[in-house]
């Protein structure tokens, strides 16, 4: 991709998963890649699988003040922020009548108000430079219903709304837009379902299969580079084609 090569970029939830496969391609890239994540022992594992990486910071999305500690650091090794990928989020898997006061804060808390600490702290650095780029991590559980993820479908549709009065408050600096993935296959989804149910899923996806967590840091790659420098404010669907005619509503 144009554009990206020595790039300094923030990974947020970077340490597994999407994330990791996203810090393994903007790499690639020739960015200079810095990952955050509340998991001191996967940041150690990625450390060892990235040596290339320029850090890794341990902080908690959900705690503005961890936030703040985190950008300081990030400040102090980077001098600055040219994209981040705010991908860091949590799903808890259970029917909306068994949710607890407590998980409905936990989920809302790293999943939209850690978005927002995050995205407002790396506006400010960008704002300053007068350049950035801001990707955030959606859902097409934020666009579509699905059973027993009440709390995690509300707070990627809240991600979504962000996403968008962020683009408009941030041009022309500052180019914003979601990515919303369908099913993925991620250790967060091994750790919620079964094999049978990852084969029944799979059977209803238009593709045939579920996606891999590089498909989607292919998608991070474009849009944070300058081939989509007319992009903003706009939602990106990677689904194999999942909630094209509402499949996910079909369980």
Partial sequence: MRGL???RVLITGGARGIGAATATRFLEEGARVIVLDIDDEARQRIEDELPSLSATIGADVSNHKSVIRA??????M???????INNAGISIRHPFMEITPEEWLRVMNVNLNGMFFVAQQ????????DTGVI??????NGMMGYPYYADYNASKAGVIELTRSMALELAPTIRV???????????MQKA???????REFESKIPLGRLGQPEEVAALFAFLASDEA???????FVIDGGEITGGLASQY
């Fill in 5 to 7: 090569k020595d790039k």
């Fill in 71 to 76: 950008f300081e650091e990030l400040d102090n």
């Fill in 78 to 84: 980077l001098k600055g922020l040219d994209i981040l």
């Fill in 122 to 129: 790396a506006a400010q650095r960008m704002l300053t430079q």
């Fill in 135 to 140: 990707l955030n991590m959606g859902s097409t």
């Fill in 177 to 187: 837009n979601v990515i919303c993935p369908g099913f993925i296959l991620t250790p």
């Fill in 192 to 198: 919620e379902y079964t094999p049978e149910m990852l």
């Fill in 229 to 235: 420098k007319f992009i903003t404010g706009q939602i």
